[in-house]
Nanobody, 119 residues
């Protein structure tokens, strides 16, 4: 069983919308932050958006005003609402959970969900 499970990717026309879901296993405790990263062919994995347990969100410049990250801490879930999608948004999107408790810190990653935006 995967510790982080993503869903919501797919094929969409430019200007359309998708909503990505990521749910962390209950086996993962003390999640401080969750986020989304993406990796397009030939590119490095890059930050898309993150959100802390306090609700502080951070976005890549390329998605500001178009994407919104939200978190449901009760379900260990994070969502990414993607509006006005562009072809350059095409990538594999990966969910990340950052765990921190006292001196123990660790990151967990999902397997990714594919987003394809047609021009």
């Amino acid at each position: 069983q995967a510790l982080l499970v993503e869903s919501g990717g797919g094929l969409v026309q430019a200007g359309g919308s998708l909503r990505l879901h990521c749910t962390a296993s209950s086996n993962i405790k003390y999640i401080k932050s969750m986020g989304w990263y993406r990796q397009a062919p030939g590119n490095q994995r890059e930050l898309v958006a993150t959100i802390t347990d306090g609700g502080s969100a951070k976005y890549a410049d390329s998605v500001k005003g178009r994407f919104t990250i939200s978190r449901d801490s009760g379900e260990n879930a994070v969502y990414l609402q993607m509006n006005n999608l562009k072809p350059e948004d095409t990538a594999g999107y990966y969910c990340k959970a950052g765990v921190s408790y006292v001196s123990d810190e660790q990151d967990y990653w999902g397997q990714g969900t594919k987003v394809t935006v047609a021009s």
